[in-house]
């Protein structure tokens, strides 16, 4: 079956660096995806990585190992609207050629001034 | 573009009663998700239509569940009978196509239901 792992929450002050990390098992991977939900809104797409190696946009990073099944967000300044959760999610390949997505169970980021 | 747009925003309703939950997808996407966002179980994927066609609906939890893409511009996501359990945020999101580099899925707002 296919399953991710994350922690439920994690806790830092404003200015610092945070890293969300999320393990994953899954037949026919393709490519890892990070999204941000805040408390009463709808999931909004982060990053995509389907590569190792680590892509950055603007204060966020996501990196990839493929061979580990392990990837990160890491999150640099952070600012209190940064509180909220962060989902990684997988796509795999199931029989018949379509590619499903899976969501892990959220990391509940909180920062503090 | 609006965006997905989702109807109702908030659904209260009684045990046995039928609700019907409606997505209209970003223009020019041609796949389309129904999730279930719940604290037990998370964000569940409950179906994903490409080009109208359902394509995996092995998250439908059961036959009370159902969902139609009649055109490309409009969804539904049906329960009947709806039970308490059923209490939940339902989302639909869009995204370009079902390739993975067509990754990015864009989500509606969400249609928060409680079932009494």
């Known amino acids: 079956g296919q399953s991710l792992e994350q922690p439920s929450e994690v806790t830092a002050v404003e200015g610092a660096i945070v890293q969300i990390n999320c393990t994953y098992q899954t037949s026919g991977f393709y490519g890892l995806s990070w999204y941000q939900q805040h408390d009463g809104g709808a999931p909004t797409f982060l990053s995509y990585n389907a590569l190792d190696g680590l892509e950055e946009t603007g204060r966020f990073s996501s990196f990839l190992s493929r061979s580990d099944s392990y990837g990160y967000l890491l999150l640099q300044e952070l600012q209190m609207k940064d509180s909220a959760s962060y989902f990684c999610?997988?796509?795999?390949?199931?029989?018949?050629?379509?590619?499903?997505?899976?969501f892990g169970r959220g990391t509940s980021l909180i920062v503090h001034p | 573009d609006a965006g997905v747009i989702q109807s109702p925003r908030h659904e209260v309703t009684e045990m046995g009663q039928e609700v019907t939950l409606r997505c209209k997808p970003i223009?020019?996407?041609?796949?389309l998700f129904w999730y279930r966002q719940t604290m037990m179980r998370g964000l569940e994927l409950l179906i994903y239509f490409n080009n109208n066609v359902p394509i995996d609906d092995s998250g439908m939890p059961e036959d009370r569940f159902s969902a139609k893409m009649p055109n490309a511009s409009f969804s539904t996501l049906k329960i009947q009978p709806s039970e308490p359990r059923d209490s939940a945020v339902y989302f639909c999101?869009?995204?370009?196509?079902?390739?993975?580099?067509?990754?990015?899925?864009?989500f509606g707002p969400g249609t928060r239901l409680t079932v009494l």
């Open positions: 999610a997988v796509r795999f390949s199931r029989a018949g050629g379509s590619y499903i997505p899976t």
């Open positions: 999101a869009s995204s370009l196509g079902p390739m993975v580099q067509e990754n990015e899925q864009f």
């Open positions: 223009s020019g996407h041609n796949s």
